[in-house]
Nanobody, 126 residues
Framework: QVQLVESGGGLVQAGGSLRLSCAASGRSFSRNAMGWFRQAPGKEREFVAAIHWSGGSTTYSDSVEGRFTISRDNAKNTLYLQMNSLESEDTAVYYC???????????????????WGQGTQVTVSS
């Protein structure tokens, strides 16, 4: 059974940092583009960041550019999101996702992703 399991969420003060992890099991995603999305209460799910299967290319939403860093360790089948200078607007459930096809490009569109985790809550207090 393929699973993506996020961890590392929690409560943090504005200006603080958190590091999210997404551990994959059931198959290797070393040849798949992966990404992070988030959903705040009452809002639609939105793109946060994505990374090429090789790790050589990344893209970010304007709202997190310069504050968040996406990375991956293909040997560990794990995706990361380092979040710095957190703001109250970053409060949301964060989801990791993986594209199903091998060697496909990165995408900011949620419907391009085939595998999803259950999410981890990030709450930033102001």
């Amino acid at each position: 059974q393929v699973q993506l399991v996020e961890s590392g969420g929690g409560l943090v003060q504005a200006g603080g940092s958190l590091r999210l992890s997404c551990a994959a099991s059931g198959r290797s995603f070393s040849r798949n583009a992966m990404g992070w999305f988030r959903q705040a209460p009452g809002k639609e799910r939105e793109f946060v960041a994505a990374i090429h299967w090789s790790g050589g290319s990344t893209t970010y939403s304007d709202s997190v550019e310069g504050r968040f860093t996406i990375s991956r360790d293909n040997a560990k089948n794990t995706l990361y999101l380092q979040m710095n200078s957190l703001e109250s607007e970053d409060t949301a459930v964060y989801y990791c996702a993986a594209r199903g096809g091998y060697y496909t490009g990165i995408s900011s569109s949620a419907d391009r992703y085939d595998y999803w985790g259950q999410g981890t809550q990030v709450t930033v207090s102001s």
